[in-house]
C-alpha cells in the first residue's frame, strides 16, 4: 500500500521527535545523575527512597534531641563533680573539727569555711545551662534553691522529670531534679538532711565546741555524698549512651543515604554508553528523514 507524502513526513517527523525525547532524558539522567526523575520512571524505587528519606529525617531527629539535651546533663555532670569535692571538703573540716583539742579560734576558722562552702553548694544548686537552671526539675526558669531573709534553703524547683528520645527504642532522663540531688526529698535515706541543713548543723555543733556532735554529723555528711556520687553516676551513664546512640545514628544515617543512592543514582559508564546511543539514534533518524523526503519530493517533481 502506498503513502502519501504528508503521511511519510508524519511518520518521520514521529521517529525523529521520539529519538528526541529519548536523548533529552538520556541527557537528564546524565547530567544529574539521577536515574529517577519523576515518580513514573520507577514507582517502586520512588516509593523505596521515600521510605528511606522518612527514615532519615527520624534519624536526624533523635541526633537534635541528643544534641540539645547533651549539653545540659553535662553542665549538670560538671556541677555534681563541683558538689562532690565541696561535700568531701566539709567531711574533712567535721573530722578536724571533731578532734577533742579544738579551740575556739580552729572552730571559728571552720565554720568561716563551712560557710564559704554553703555559698559554694548554693551557687552550684543554681547552676544554669543557657538560661535554664539544671537542677530545678522541670521549672527550667525557676531558681532551685532560694534563701530566705531568715537564713532558710529552700528547694524553689520541682521534681518533674524530662525525658528524650535518642532511639526509636530508647527514651532517657535528661535530668535529675534538685531535690533529689540535694537530699530536699530524702533521697540519701533516713536520718539524713538536705545539703544545707547538713552544714548549718555541723556549724552548731562546731560553735558549740561539742566534738561528739561534730562526729554525729559523719554518718549524715556519708550518705549525702554517697547520694552525690550515684546522682553522678546516673548523669554519666545517660551521657555515655547518648554518645553510644549518636555513633549508631551517624552510621545509620550514612547507610540510609547508601541505600538511597543505591536507588535513585545512576551508573554512570552505563548511563553515557546509553546517551551516545540515543544520539547516534537521533542523527540516524535525522539522515534517514532527509534522505526519504527527499525521494519522496523527487517522485513528487518527476509525476
Not at 566534738?211 to 546522682?231: F, G, P, Y
Not at 548511563?271 to 540516524?284: F, G, S
Request: net charge negative; aromatic share 4%; with cysteine.
Amino acid at each position: 500500500m502506498r503513502t502519501s507524502l504528508t503521511q511519510q513526513i508524519q511518520n518521520q517527523l514521529s521517529y525523529i521527535n521520539s529519538a528526541v525525547t529519548k536523548l533529552s532524558e538520556a541527557q537528564t539522567r546524565t547530567i544529574s545523575g539521577k536515574r529517577i526523575i519523576r515518580a513514573s520512571d520507577d514507582v517502586s524505587g520512588t516509593n523505596r527512597s521515600l521510605s528511606l528519606r522518612t527514615s532519615i529525617s527520624k534519624t536526624d531527629q533523635f541526633a537534635d534531641n541528643i544534641s540539645v539535651s547533651k549539653p545540659m546533663l553535662l553542665t549538670a555532670e560538671n556541677a555534681l563533680a563541683d558538689l562532690v569535692k565541696a561535700v568531701r571538703s566539709i567531711r574533712d573540716i567535721a573530722i578536724s573539727a571533731a578532734s577533742p583539742d579544738v579551740t575556739g579560734g580552729s572552730g571559728q576558722n571552720y565554720i568561716a569555711q563551712l560557710d564559704n562552702i554553703l555559698n559554694q553548694i548554693l551557687d552550684l544548686a543554681n547552676t544554669k545551662h543557657m538560661d535554664q537552671y539544671v537542677f530545678s526539675g522541670t521549672a527550667t526558669d525557676t531558681p532551685a534553691v532560694t534563701l530566705d531573709a531568715s537564713g532558710t534553703y529552700s528547694y524553689t524547683g520541682d521534681s518533674g522529670i524530662r525525658r528524650v528520645q535518642i532511639l526509636s527504642w530508647v527514651s532517657l532522663p535528661a535530668n535529675i531534679p534538685g531535690s533529689t540531688v540535694f537530699n530536699f526529698d530524702g533521697s540519701a535515706g533516713p536520718n539524713t538532711t538536705d545539703l544545707f541543713t547538713m552544714v548549718n548543723q555541723l556549724k552548731e555543733a562546731i560553735a558549740s565546741g561539742d566534738a561528739k556532735a561534730v562526729s554525729a554529723q559523719l554518718d549524715n555528711i556519708d550518705a549525702n555524698l554517697d547520694n552525690l556520687l550515684t546522682c553522678s553516676a546516673r548523669l554519666g551513664s545517660w551521657v555515655a549512651r547518648m554518645d553510644r546512640a549518636q555513633d549508631l545514628l551517624a552510621e545509620t544515617k550514612m547507610r540510609l543515604q547508601e541505600m538511597i543512592s543505591d536507588t535513585e543514582d545512576i551508573d554512570l559508564a552505563k548511563a553515557v554508553t546509553e546517551l551516545k546511543t540515543y544520539e547516534n539514534i537521533y542523527q540516524a533518524a535525522l539522515l534517514i528523514s532527509s534522505r526519504i523526503l527527499n525521494i519522496s519530493l523527487a517522485n513528487l517533481t518527476l509525476q
